[in-house]
């Protein structure tokens, strides 16, 4: 089946120390799960899971100053 049928979405979400961590799913959660495979478990603790925007690529821009 074609991954277009299955529409993905760019989450950002934020971090324990203030940053905000980008992450790409169908879902704010297939999104973490995506991250977790190229995260380290330390990493992942950073997250704050439940708080997160939903962004759309064209104003990614705006949020780059913010990543971490």
């Known amino acids: 089946?074609?991954?277009?049928?299955?529409?993905?979405?760019?989450?950002?979400?934020?971090?324990?120390?203030?940053?905000k961590k980008l992450a790409y799913g169908q879902s704010p959660e297939d999104a973490l799960e995506i991250l977790?495979?190229?995260l380290s478990e330390a990493e992942m603790n950073e997250?704050?899971?439940?708080?997160?925007?939903?962004?759309?690529?064209?104003k990614m821009q705006e949020y780059i100053h913010l990543l971490g």
Not at 1 to 19: A, E, T, V
Not at 47 to 58: E, F, G, T, V
């Open 1 to 19: 089946m074609s991954s277009f049928s299955n529409p993905h979405y760019m989450y950002l979400f934020d971090l324990k120390n203030g940053k």
């Open 36 to 38: 977790s495979y190229r």
């Open 47 to 58: 997250i704050l899971k439940d708080k997160y925007i939903k962004i759309s690529q064209r």
